[in-house]
T-cell receptor, first 111, second 114 residues
């Protein structure tokens, strides 16, 4: 049973606009949440993370929001750039730094 | 600093054949992981290791074995490959504990089992 879900397989956004990627989870024991970005034929690369004791973390154009009561997190990219086009994976940590990944959302930023 | 490297990049096996995937990291990380990625399934943890000489089962361990004889290497073995093991395999490594939660991934190995 999928503990981390990304219900939107794809998203298209115009360059300069905001991209919002969503993620839901079921396990209330997750203590850390991460977003990874993946280009074709490459491994995932870390983008941004948030501890379960916070509700927001910002790093440049990227902001992650966590709503624990709703078991929901989102990644905001502002402004979106063509180089942001990739597959984005949401992940949640449990135990010995083990990660549970969502199925990914393919973001396309249109110039 | 090469980070995490994986060997080979591509492999085609016939059902029943065996093979070993090699993962190497030069970041002196304690933890290492093997994942598989299938269409529509995201990445799923196969096995992991919390230090040299240790291994543990992840979410989908059946049909795989692992060994961590040296801190920098983590081997994934398929003793008798099956078509269901056709996938892209990713190795990752990380530091121990908080706040070093980030896992660093290798480029992946694409395995096809006929």
């Amino acid at each position: 049973d999928q503990q981390v879900k990304q219900n939107s397989p794809s998203l298209s956004v115009q360059e300069g606009r905001i991209s919002i990627l969503n993620c839901d989870y079921t396990n209330s024991m997750f203590d850390y949440f991460l977003w990874y970005k993946k280009y074709p034929a490459e491994g995932p690369t870390f983008l941004i993370s948030i501890s379960s004791i916070k509700d927001k973390n910002e790093d440049g154009r990227f902001t992650v929001f966590l709503n624990k009561s709703a078991k929901h997190l989102s990644l905001h990219i502002v402004p979106s750039q063509p180089g942001d086009s990739a597959v984005y994976f949401c992940a949640a940590r449990s135990g010995a730094n083990n990660l549970f990944f969502g199925t990914g959302t393919r973001l396309t930023v249109i110039p | 600093n090469a980070g995490v490297t994986q060997t080979p990049k591509f492999r085609v096996l016939k059902t029943g054949q065996s093979m070993t995937l090699l993962c190497a990291q030069d970041m002196n990380h304690e933890y290492m992981y093997w994942y598989r990625q299938d269409p529509g399934m995201g990445l799923r943890l196969i096995h992991y290791s919390v230090g040299e000489g240790t291994t543990a089962k992840g979410e989908v361990p059946d049909g795989y074995n692992v060994s961590r004889l040296k801190k920098q290497n983590f081997l994934l073995g398929l003793e008798s490959a099956a078509p269901s093991q056709t996938s892209v395999y990713f190795c990752a490594s990380s530091y121990v504990g908080y706040p070093y939660n980030e896992q660093f991934f290798g480029p992946g190995t694409r395995l096809t089992v006929l």
